[in-house]
């Protein structure tokens, strides 16, 4: 089902117009090759910092709230009061790589819930977009369409994001015995672009074992807002101060999921 895209709240158009911008700034991958780290195997390119300056340049122009970004930092406000979270390149290896399995990341924070999510994907020039109680969407060449999860494409994605010690052991041992199970087909994209390829049906499910809400905020609504289940991996609701997180196409699958974290 398609329908036009003039439904959505003025915060989320102003949103989509930022994410389009970004991705036509990453697209021209300048910049791309000057990379630097800034953590153990975590990098950072003049891109990432060009695509959250101009992100954070259309929202101060539009919409008179604070921004916490990947790149520049930023703190929430007391009480509740709304804020945006900005990922500029999840996936930034990927990029500096050349491979186009990235995506922006834009969040609206309202009273401690993401209300507005929006995740662009070069990959497929798509943007994907939740607004809460309201349902997600897929945009492109001018619709938008509905999305729904759904568990037929058997396959997950694990991965281990940041997390150390106990944490990455959990999650080595996890990606092991889902592999040994033979239930599904295991993939690992270095990116929470898998996230809206659950809320889309593309993948069944999404685990991630250490990863901030800057990063999974957008992603977290759209899964919800397209019929999917998500908790942090100890089966807990997910919260902006999660630190993990497990996105699943329905109950069934998220509950087996769950399971296998647990079995150690």
């Not at 995506?103 to 401690?112: D, H, I, P, Q, T």
Request: charged share 25%; aromatic share 4%; with cysteine.
């Amino acid at each position: 089902m398609t329908e036009s895209a003039d439904q959505f709240r003025p915060e989320t158009l102003v949103a989509i117009e930022a994410v389009e911008r970004a991705l036509s700034i990453t697209r021209r991958g300048v910049g791309a090759e000057n990379v630097s780290e800034k953590g153990h195997r975590d990098l950072v390119t003049v891109t990432d910092v060009a695509v959250e300056d101009a992100v954070r340049s259309i929202l101060a122009d539009a919409l008179n709230c604070p921004v916490i970004g990947e790149e520049r930092g930023g703190e929430a406000p007391a009480n509740g009061l709304p804020y945006w979270l900005v990922d500029p390149i999840c996936g930034t290896r990927n990029f500096a790589s050349g491979i186009p399995l990235y995506c922006v990341n834009l969040a609206l924070v309202e009273y401690n819930e993401v209300t507005v999510g929006v995740v662009g994907d070069p990959s497929t020039g798509e943007i994907t977009v939740a607004e809460q109680r309201r349902g997600a969407w897929r945009l492109k060449d001018g619709a938008r369409q509905r999305l729904k999860t759904s568990d037929e494409s058997r396959t997950i994605v694990i991965d281990e994001g940041k997390s150390k010690g106990s944490r990455r052991e959990q999650a080595a041992q996890f990606a092991a015995a889902a592999i040994r199970s033979d239930r599904w087909d295991c993939r690992s994209l270095g990116s929470t672009l898998a996230s809206p390829y659950v809320a889309s049906g593309r993948i069944a499910a999404y685990v991630v074992f250490s990863v901030s809400a800057i990063h999974t905020g957008a992603g977290s609504l759209l899964v919800t807002e397209a019929g999917g289940i998500v908790s942090d991996i100890d089966g807990l609701s997910w919260t902006i101060g999660s630190d993990s997180l497990v996105g699943s196409a329905n109950r069934h699958l998220h509950d087996e999921l769950l399971d296998l974290v647990r079995a150690r």
